[in-house]
């Protein structure tokens, strides 16, 4: 790459914001030119924290992650409610069409940066366009809940207190339920295999996790398929139709089944997809290196089957966790770094390749219900694995606990699921993440949520542990910030991006900051 060369953005949501974010000083100083797309009016915001929005919990200034006219103070250039028709990469022109006007203009590139995430699976149900295209215009009271317009949507519904069904036992599907339950919505959670959150948990585990979310009021009808969304006469939704013809009434219908990464653009331009905008371990989407992708469109499969340092050979589809897509708009905007200096100095630009850590975890973040669960899980604790590890397995049922722990011959974890048990949660989680192996007697873990641990007892961190897994913040990190002046959330999350991912680590993060400031 060049000096002067002009990079465009496609897409304007966390993963673009925090790419635009890691070269706006290149911007600025006007060693690369820099234009951003969106195509909702809304500058770029925490899409993770719509739900929470939606419920009453998160107010919208919390959720912002990019400031336009502090943007264009830099010499970025932010075009909101505009969207890329086509891309010609043979002439290296986007077409754009403005969503107010509908005028329609060309925009050159040099670099192509594709931040066009996902976009929610429709249900094939009597009564909803299975068009993915037809989003925008389904009933009245159905949503998937993926913008600022569904979460108004959602919350007139939730502050009247009305009846919702959610199609989908995923886990923003049951975090929904679980909030709306708690404002005091009669909630259903309509789902089809036996249990819900089926890829993460195992039977038992998707048993008792049942039981919690009936506890708090959660109805759960599982091994169920959907026949028919009942309109109205004005077209507005009032219940789900069941297969074996129970009708389940409600106000709000929540589409939870999963997403698809956008790849249309990238077709129509001729670039190679599958799951996803299918790149290389260096983000490219194709071979003259000027097209990237990154986020929930990317899909990283490398074709070499002597690499070492790929994410993988055999592909993935849209994660849905905000950690992986920042630490690819972090990497791509340390290449181009790279390569302006190696220009600048002669030379030729040296970045490692981007590598993957452990597989992200899925938490359940609810007041009600404490979740965790990460990796490969199943199996029986007699039965043995082909690679010679072991599986330990507790159940409380009369507690409502549940752990699962899958050990490789190292006694490091493959996976784990951890229901019931916060701080036995996080012990595990950091051993996962760090790779380190259990301990030789497992059962320690669990007396971290005994009576005898101590009501304030927390998990032992030490400054090199992660508190903030989507941004990849450790303590010591939150430490440093408070020791350099930062003395609040917001002071510390801006100094260190803590918190501004899922906000499932927002109340260690403030405790961490309340201890060091007053220890300060």
């Given amino acids: 790459m060049r000096p002067g060369e002009h990079v465009v953005v496609i897409g304007f949501g966390p993963v673009a914001a925090r790419f635009v974010d890691d070269v706006a000083d290149l911007a600025a100083a006007g060693t690369i030119r820099l234009t951003v797309i969106g195509g909702e009016t809304d500058p770029a915001y925490n899409r993770v924290l719509v739900g929470e929005h939606a419920m009453g919990r998160t107010e919208r200034a919390t959720m912002a992650l990019a400031d336009p006219e502090l943007l264009a103070r830099s010499g970025i250039d932010v075009l909101l409610g505009t969207q890329v028709t086509r891309i010609d990469r043979s002439r290296r022109v986007l077409r754009l069409t403005d969503g107010p006007t509908g005028e329609t203009r060309e925009l050159g590139y040099d670099r192509l940066v594709l931040a066009t995430g996902a976009r929610p699976n429709l249900p094939v149900l009597r009564g909803i366009n299975p068009d993915p295209g037809a989003y ?63 890829r993460s948990l195992d039977a038992p585990g998707g048993a008792l996790l049942g039981r919690a979310l009936a506890e708090a009021g959660v109805e759960v009808v599982s091994g169920a398929q959907a026949r028919e969304a009942s309109l109205d006469e004005d077209r507005s939704f009032r219940g789900l139709v069941l297969e074996d013809g129970r009708t389940l009434p409600g106000d709000l219908l929540l589409l939870s089944i999963g997403v698809t990464a956008r790849t249309e653009l990238a077709e129509g331009a001729g670039l190679r997809t599958a799951r996803g905008i299918v790149v290389n371990h260096e983000l490219e989407a194709d071979v003259e290196r000027r097209v990237f992708a990154v986020g929930d469109c990317a899909e990283v499969l490398c074709k070499d089957p002597s690499c070492r340092v790929c994410p993988g050979r055999d592909g993935m589809g849209p994660s849905g966790l905000i950690g992986p897509g920042w630490r690819q708009a972090e990497w791509l905007a340390a290449r181009i770094r790279a390569e302006l200096d190696a220009v600048a100095e002669g030379g030729t630009a040296v970045l ?37 590890g072991t599986v330990v397995q507790w159940a409380d049922g009369s507690a409502g606990t549940y752990a699962q722990l899958v050990l490789r011959p190292d006694r490091t974890l493959e996976g784990y699921i951890v229901l019931g048990l916060p701080r ?24 971290l949520d005994g009576p005898d641990a101590g009501a304030q007892q927390e998990t032992r961190l030490t400054p090199e542990s992660t508190v903030c897994h989507c941004a990849g913040v450790t303590m010591g990190r939150i430490a440093d910030a408070v020791g350099r002046g930062a003395a609040t959330l917001e002071e510390v999350s801006c100094a260190t991006r803590a918190s501004t991912g899922c906000g499932g680590c927002t109340d260690t993060v403030r405790r961490l900051v309340e201890e060091h400031a007053a220890a300060a």
């Fill in 136 to 198: 925008e215009h389904l009933p009245a009271g159905v949503t998937a809940l993926r913008d600022l317009r569904d979460a108004r949507a959602v919350r007139a519904v939730v502050e009247r207190r009305g009846r919702v069904v959610v199609l989908g036992g995923g886990v923003l599907g049951l975090e929904a339920a679980l909030a709306a339950s708690e404002a005091g919505c009669p909630v259903t959670v309509v789902h089809h295999a036996a249990w819900v959150l089926t």
């Fill in 352 to 388: 490692a390749p981007l590598t993957t850590g452990p597989a992200g975890a899925v938490r359940l973040k609810a007041h009600q219900v404490e979740l965790a669960c990460a990796g490969t899980v199943g199996g029986l604790p007699w039965e043995p694995r082909p690679d010679g």
């Fill in 424 to 447: 036995a949660a996080a012990e595990i989680g950091l051993l996962h993440d760090r790779g380190e192996p259990v301990p030789e007697d497992p059962g320690v873990l669990l007396r």
